[in-house]
């Protein structure tokens, strides 16, 4: 009695089990069929920007448009070899989003141990201020800018356009090391004092290099921050200090025309940085967003 049930519940099971198995492919295929569909989407624009720069000038405007260029051309990646002032916007971008993505890691690294690992009056509060200081839109701190840099001199240099980019990207770096920080268990500090070390000796020697992706995943979040900044850079710099995406724009787009291929060229070359330090960085990157999700 006792064999013939058993045989029963597991013919049973593997009835359910087959019944469900349909299900569940239908179930993976839609899910796949939906990413597939969504970054088909997100890539279309990339796409497009590459194709209309392999194109011949007479191509790039024929209608109905092609998906798939008939013809390829370098001439518009040779024009920007020969184009002295886009090198000197370039110069611009590196020196700007460096400084800012310096600047930003080493400040956000101090105020996220002094929260994460010291207990004072006021630190939620100050937490939560800088928390706050997120939900203000950027744009609206552009007038407020101009006139602070105009009365003290600094409107039209690199330093007004780092200062307005480290400010901006503070915020969410410090919250970003903070919960790194938090997974850097306190018995290690302890240990440090007992062995007579400072507490910048600890933070230095200890908590830095254990907090070395969230350093980097900083780092490359205010390098990029900088670096595609267009509103700033337009307002607060001189034409000669501008980066690249206002000089893009001041280059390329005129009055009367536009230069959409040696646009979409520059474009994609300007975006070649970024894209390299994402690969050779992907590792530190996802370390770093995701260190500070579980704590220890």
Same mark, same amino acid.
């Given at each position: 009695?006792?064999?013939? &049930?058993?045989?029963?519940?597991?013919?049973?099971?593997?009835?359910?089990?087959?019944?469900?198995?349909?299900?569940?492919?239908?179930?993976?295929?839609?899910?796949?069929?939906?990413?597939?569909?969504?970054?088909? $989407?997100?890539?279309?624009?990339?796409?497009?920007?590459?194709?209309?720069?392999?194109?011949?000038?007479?191509?790039?405007?024929?209608?109905?448009?092609?998906?798939? %260029?008939?013809?390829?051309?370098?001439?518009?990646?040779?024009?920007?070899?020969?184009?002295?002032?886009?090198?000197?916007?370039?110069?611009?971008?590196?020196? #700007?989003?460096?400084?800012?993505?310096?600047?930003? #890691?080493?400040?956000?690294?101090?105020?996220?141990?002094?929260?994460?690992?010291?207990?004072?009056?006021?630190?939620?509060?100050?937490?939560?201020?800088?928390?706050?200081?997120?939900? $203000?839109?950027?744009?609206?701190?552009?007038?407020?800018?101009?006139?602070?840099?105009?009365?003290?001199?600094?409107?039209?240099?690199?330093?007004?356009?780092?200062?307005?980019?480290?400010?901006?990207?503070?915020?969410?770096?410090?919250?970003?090391?903070?919960?790194?920080?938090?997974?850097?268990?306190?018995?290690?500090?302890?240990?440090?004092?007992?062995?007579?070390?400072?507490?910048?000796?600890?933070?230095?020697?200890?908590?830095? %290099? &254990?907090?070395?992706?969230?350093? #980097?995943?900083?780092?490359? $979040?205010?390098?990029?921050?900088?670096?595609?900044?267009?509103?700033?850079?337009?307002?607060?710099?001189?034409?000669?200090?501008?980066?690249?995406?206002?000089?893009?724009?001041?280059?390329? &787009?005129?009055?009367?025309?536009?230069?959409?291929?040696?646009?979409?060229?520059?474009?994609?070359?300007?975006?070649?940085?970024?894209?390299?330090?994402?690969? $050779? &960085?992907?590792?530190?990157?996802?370390?770093?967003?995701?260190?500070?999700?579980?704590?220890?």
């Amino acid at each position: 009695m006792t064999a013939t &049930l058993t045989r029963t519940a597991t013919v049973s099971r593997r009835q359910v089990k087959a019944r469900r198995r349909p299900d569940q492919v239908r179930s993976r295929l839609a899910a796949w069929i939906a990413v597939v569909l969504i970054g088909l $989407f997100g890539m279309l624009p990339v796409y497009w920007l590459v194709a209309t720069a392999f194109t011949p000038d007479d191509r790039a405007f024929s209608f109905p448009p092609s998906l798939f %260029p008939t013809e390829i051309t370098f001439d518009h990646f040779a024009n920007l070899a020969e184009n002295e002032q886009l090198f000197g916007y370039l110069v611009n971008s590196v020196i #700007v989003s460096v400084v800012t993505a310096v600047l930003s #890691v080493v400040i956000s690294a101090y105020m996220a141990y002094a929260f994460s690992k010291f207990r004072y009056r006021g630190r939620k509060s100050l937490m939560h201020l800088v928390l706050a200081s997120q939900m $203000f839109p950027q744009a609206l701190l552009l007038v407020t800018l101009y006139a602070v840099f105009s009365a003290s001199g600094l409107l039209g240099s690199y330093t007004a356009l780092i200062l307005s980019f480290t400010t901006f990207t503070l915020p969410l770096c410090v919250w970003m090391l903070k919960g790194i920080f938090d997974t850097v268990p306190s018995s290690l500090m302890e240990a440090a004092a007992i062995d007579g070390a400072s507490r910048l000796r600890t933070l230095h020697q200890i908590a830095l %290099p &254990l907090a070395a992706p969230g350093l #980097v995943a900083a780092g490359l $979040f205010a390098f990029v921050r900088a670096w595609n900044d267009f509103v700033f850079a337009l307002t607060l710099t001189d034409p000669d200090r501008q980066t690249l995406p206002p000089g893009l724009v001041h280059t390329y &787009l005129g009055e009367f025309q536009t230069a959409w291929p040696d646009l979409m060229a520059a474009s994609f070359v300007v975006s070649l940085p970024v894209i390299a330090a994402f690969m $050779f &960085l992907q590792r530190y990157l996802v370390g770093g967003l995701t260190a500070g999700a579980v704590k220890g």
